[in-house]
């Protein structure tokens, strides 16, 4: 192995940072066989904890998650005297791992790099840096997403006489401000952690602030016993549950969703998190929807908007501390200890810059749009240039055939964990913009967005699928023979394993993870009553769809005897249109109730009346039971619609899966017997054709909720191979001619993708309007997973559009405007 201060020495790897990272790369690497060098810039381990040394600057995660896991024995050596951390403690914990692991003879320390080149000749990295050349096979930019500090972008910011301070490169001898007037610029983790502090000594503190942050009471303390015990009885299960969790501590997801909680029981659940005091809890841990659903995450906000008012004595600067069109969670809470109540000291005051903007800084002071703001000192608590500010700070950083870090990342960073083809960062590109969706980060301007730094492209740069699912792809693209990779070396020929890795939506990969981890036997190994059973175990578990205006329980004439029947009717007055939906299930599995929350979403979205059939089902009624019963019961419906709540006039009919097999065919049967008349058909994923060769059947025969095994098995108890020709199981086989228009929906990873996209284009070829949407990444089950999956929110929308249109109404619901708004950030 190189010695570390060998000038000009060559490596295997070189590793830019000596923080958490950086540290654990050194010793991994050691541990790999490779020789391995690591550069920082300070004189010592760290990182951000080497130069974040402000007053008040801690950690926001409970310290015993924000530590290293890869050595028992180093837990057993080093206790944690508090739940949060101060900085001082956790630059002595990686001084501590620093020595116990001999790492320092590894780091050179107060070193830079300032630029960086392939050399493709040598197939080495060439690094100019500032103790001289250094060389290595792969290059490491083990720098973090907060360690490069925004200067301050103010005029006369030079001018000013007094002393500045950064609190991102904070004195290491500390400063005392006992007695002096002192400015606070900025109001974001620094910032709320210092300004207790400051206020403390100062004799006068000026706090100016551009944005309002969410801050939470830490209530610090000793580490938290009942988790301290978790982790010392079973720190294997631990640490194993952290690995696969949401943010990297060990909390189970969430299933129960804000509309399924009384005010009460919301107001009580925040409470006990509010005086928790744990980040995580604050931000997953309240209720399922309020990661990812405007109106779910709003009633956090308010929640939080009522303490600030509680808390900060003058209403005019409690409502200039309330976060205004954020998000909570959007941009990152900050824990705090008395923030908001050092607002009610005397010699504090609060500038909001959104009301009175800074003009500039003059040599005594700070000039505002309404006064001079006299001041002995100067604190910019200004933030970061984020995620990649440090990486393009190395300029330039020049790849394979002259191609620039700085160019490539001209329209924003584009990556895929290393050199990689182009199909596979582009793939991961689409990735992470999917898994944005899933948030609400996209709605706020903030550091994760680069919209802090005047000029950078904007996007949200933080993975946001999860600890979990990313580790799964992590592992994914290593048992697929490193997909995406193109692999050269000294003497090997160069080998190419393309493609993308991350092809399902990510909360559709959540959704199969999970039913994996579950361990369910093939629904087809079960029976008919078997299988009937575990679908009614999990629905029990599922929240039901948003409030409506009411859902009733009926009866109806079918072909063959009553029928159940759930009516879904909105909350805005009617009379509505109606919709008659018929639930999926292979006409084996399900009832009125099994599509629960796809009605109500469908009921709220097109403000109609959704009245969902429960027709009969095989083996007990095989074909052509439940054509027939879903004709009957549109014909019955037609004949009882203002008892039911509906407008006069043709209906709508829609299914999912079987049951869009059954909504086609009572198109046809209504053309051919006379009605009732039908204005429009929707079809999700629907079963067209009883032909198993269509390509899809093979591509996606296992792995995606329904697979073919499962497809012949509902087949086989429907209808025998020799009557699928009848155009009442196989509506492909039918004239489509004269059919009502249709939207219908297919899903990438889906058997009967191939039989929708077909039934679509012989509409089409038949003069029957038809409007397609292809759900990319998505599977079977995706479009009724309305509590679960979210990417799908547009597709829903579009579906409640289409039925609208197919009534003749204004495709947008201007009754819902925050459902609007959500779907809008969701397909932006």
Not at 206 to 232: C, W
Not at 580 to 587: A, E, I, K, P
Not at 616 to 622: F, L, N, V
């Amino acid at each position: 192995m190189a010695e570390a201060n060998e000038t000009g020495a060559s490596f295997d790897v070189v590793v830019v940072g000596a923080g958490f990272s950086g540290l654990y790369l050194l010793h991994r690497l050691r541990q790999a066989g490779f020789s391995t060098l690591v550069v920082d810039t300070a004189d010592g381990v760290g990182g951000t904890w080497y130069w974040n040394r402000y007053p008040g600057a801690r950690c926001d995660i409970q310290t015993m998650d924000y530590s290293y896991t890869f050595d028992p024995e180093l837990d057993r050596a080093w206790q944690w005297s508090e739940k949060y951390a101060a900085q001082p403690e956790i630059l002595r914990y990686l001084n501590f791992v620093a020595d116990r692991y001999d790492l320092r003879s590894g780091i050179r320390f107060n070193t830079s790099v300032t630029a960086a080149h392939w050399d493709e000749g040598a197939e080495r990295w060439q690094l100019a840096t500032s103790a001289g050349p250094l060389s290595c096979r792969y290059y490491i930019m083990a720098t973090g997403c907060l360690s490069s500090p925004k200067p301050p972008e103010i005029d006369g910011a030079a001018d000013f006489q007094g002393a500045t301070y950064v609190t991102g490169r904070w004195p290491h001898e500390g400063v005392d401000f006992s007695g002096q007037r002192v400015a606070v610029i900025g109001t974001g983790s620094s910032g709320i952690q210092a300004i207790p502090l400051i206020a403390e000594q100062a004799a006068q503190l000026t706090v100016f602030q551009r944005t309002a942050s969410y801050a939470l009471p830490a209530r610090n303390g000793a580490p938290d016993p009942g988790r301290l015990a978790a982790r010392q009885q079973s720190r294997d299960a631990y640490c194993e549950q952290a690995r696969w969790s949401l943010a990297g501590v060990p909390y189970p997801p969430l299933t129960v969703a804000s509309w399924q909680l009384s005010d009460a029981e919301r107001r009580a659940r925040f409470e006990q998190a509010w005086e928790a005091g744990d980040l995580v809890g604050y931000v997953t841990q309240l209720w399922a929807d309020q990661v990812f659903d405007v109106e779910g995450n709003a009633l956090v906000g308010e929640l939080v908007a009522e303490k600030i008012r509680a808390t900060v004595q003058d209403p005019a600067t409690a409502a200039a501390l309330t976060p205004k069109n954020l998000p909570f969670g959007a941009k990152r809470p900050c824990l705090d200890t008395h923030y908001y109540a050092t607002y009610n000291l005397p010699h504090v005051t609060l500038v909001s810059l959104s009301q009175e903007p800074i003009q500039r800084i003059t040599a005594t002071g700070i000039q505002t749009a309404a006064r001079h703001v006299e001041v002995d000192a100067i604190v910019f608590a200004t933030g970061f240039d984020a995620m990649t500010g440090a990486m393009l700070a190395v300029h330039p950083i020049t790849g394979r055939g002259g191609r620039t870090l700085a160019g490539e990342w001209a329209e924003g960073p584009r990556s895929y964990l290393g050199e990689a083809t182009g199909t596979a960062q582009a793939g991961w590109a689409r990735h992470l913009h999917e898994c944005t969706g899933l948030t609400l980060h996209h709605l706020a301007g903030t550091w994760y967005t680069g919209a802090n730094v005047a000029g950078k492209v904007q996007g949200v740069m933080p993975y946001t699928g999860g600890v979990g699912l990313y580790r799964g792809l992590c592992n994914a693209v290593v048992e697929h023979g490193l997909l995406g990779f193109r692999l050269t070396g000294p003497g090997r020929p160069e080998q190419c394993h393309d493609g993308e890795i991350a092809r399902l939506q990510p909360d559709a990969q959540m959704v199969l993870s999970l039913l994996a981890q579950a361990g369910l036997p093939p629904l087809e190994t079960l029976g008919a009553a078997g299988a009937r059973a575990v679908l009614a175990q999990l629905n029990q578990g599922r929240p039901a769809g948003r409030p409506i205006g009411e859902v009733v329980d009926g009866s109806l004439a079918g072909a063959d005897g009553p029928l159940r029947y759930r009516l879904y009717r909105p909350a805005t007055p009617g009379p509505h249109p109606v919709v008659v939906y018929f639930h999926g299930g292979g006409w084996v599995l399900g009832d009125e109730a099994s599509d629960d929350p796809f009605c109500h979403d469908l009921c709220r979205r097109a403000d109609m009346v959704v009245v969902s059939v429960g027709y009969r089902h095989a083996p007990e009624h095989p074909f052509p039971a439940a054509a027939e019963d879903g004709h009957a019961a549109t014909r019955w419906i037609a004949g009882h619609l203002a008892e039911l709540g509906g407008r006069p006039g043709p209906l709508l009919v829609a299914g999912w899966s079987a049951g869009g097999n059954v909504a086609a065919v009572t198109c046809q049967l209504a053309r051919d017997r006379g009605g009732p008349a039908i204005a429009g058909q929707l079809l999700a994923c629907p079963v067209t054709d009883g032909d198993f060769s269509r390509p899809s059947y093979a591509q996606n025969a296992d792995g995606y909720f329904l697979t073919s095994p499962l497809m012949h098995w509902f087949w086989d108890s429907y209808c025998p191979p020799e009557q699928r020709g009848d155009p009442r199981a196989s509506p492909l086989r039918g004239q489509l001619q004269g059919l009502p228009p249709a939207f219908i929906a297919t899903a990438e990873f889906d058997p009967l993708r191939d039989e929708g996209q077909a039934y679509a284009q012989a509409l089409e070829a038949a003069g029957v309007p038809v409007e397609l949407w292809q759900g990319r990444g998505q599977m079977h089950a995706s479009y009724t997973m309305v509590d679960m999956i979210v990417t799908a929110n547009e597709a829903r929308s579009r579906m409640a559009q289409a039925l609208r249109a197919f009534a003749g109404l204004p495709a947008e619901l201007a009754a819902d405007p925050a459902a609007r708004e959500a779907e809008a950030a969701t397909a932006s």
